[in-house]
């Protein structure tokens, strides 16, 4: 099936099956290295009132001419603005590692620059903010040690490791990503959203303390949920964990 054309986000959404009538917008954020494919079939599982937005960075998939944004500052300002004509309905943001930072600190901007608040945060796989110093920096080691953290802390080696033609195409943006995960986030309970944080049973790189640091970010609602997989459940244990954010959607909601 061929993906529709990107809607009037632009360049930043690419939304496959739109549902303009839906009471919810999902923006969907993906872990380093990581696009828009993973969310590519969630339409499947969540309500017909969800639609599903995944954001499409630049420096890979479609957009992989464009340089990949190593400032996390500079890439949400970036967002605020183009995303900015899906933001005419309630809306909810899910990231998945590098996507619940990237998340939290859109949310954040949103809420100071527009006086939007998302109606829930999603993160997945990914420790509190405030947390997120206690791993060592990786982004600048050089290629072969750099791939070697990433397989210890993740559990499992890069699909392009052996490829060097691939590697020279995508060590820059995953690079620029690791740097993004590696800013220094102090703990403020500056959102009113829920927020709901998702974990892997057998993710060695966030643990149930990481996870319950989430809610030292908000002053309203917060819960957690344990769900089979590593740190890339969202994909290998996506049957199991879109029920679950379908539920929490609508608790969100109601």
């Not at 290295?33 to 998939?61: E, K, Q, Y």
């Amino acid at each position: 099936m061929t993906a529709a054309p990107p809607d009037a986000a632009g360049r930043w959404v690419l939304r496959r099956h739109a549902r303009p009538d839906a009471r919810l917008r999902l923006l969907c954020l993906p872990h380093a290295g990581g696009d828009t494919w993973m969310f590519a079939d969630w339409h499947n599982a969540l309500p017909p009132s969800v639609d599903v937005c995944p954001i499409r960075l630049p420096g890979r998939g479609s957009r992989i001419a464009d340089p990949a944004i190593a400032d996390l500052d500079a890439l949400v300002a970036a967002l605020v603005d183009g995303l900015s004509g899906l933001l005419d309905r309630p809306f909810a943001v899910f990231g998945h590692s590098m996507g619940a930072l990237i998340g939290v600190t859109l949310a954040r901007a949103l809420a100071r620059e527009r006086g939007l608040s998302p109606v829930l945060f999603c993160a997945a796989a990914c420790r509190a903010p405030h947390l997120v110093g206690a791993l060592a920096p990786i982004s600048q080691l050089p290629d072969h040690l750099l791939l070697a953290a990433m397989q210890r802390r993740y559990g499992r080696p890069l699909d392009f490791a052996d490829n060097p033609d691939l590697l020279r195409l995508v060590l820059p943006t995953l690079r620029a990503d690791l740097s993004l995960c590696e800013t220094p986030m102090p703990s403020r309970r500056d959102l009113a959203c829920p927020i709901v944080a998702y974990g892997g049973r057998h993710d060695a790189s966030v643990d149930a303390a990481a996870l319950d640091g989430w809610e030292d970010h908000t002053s309203g609602a917060f819960r957690y949920h344990v769900l089979d997989g590593d740190h890339f459940f969202p994909i290998g244990a996506k049957a199991e964990l879109l029920p679950v954010l379908a539920e929490d959607l609508g608790w969100a909601m109601s």
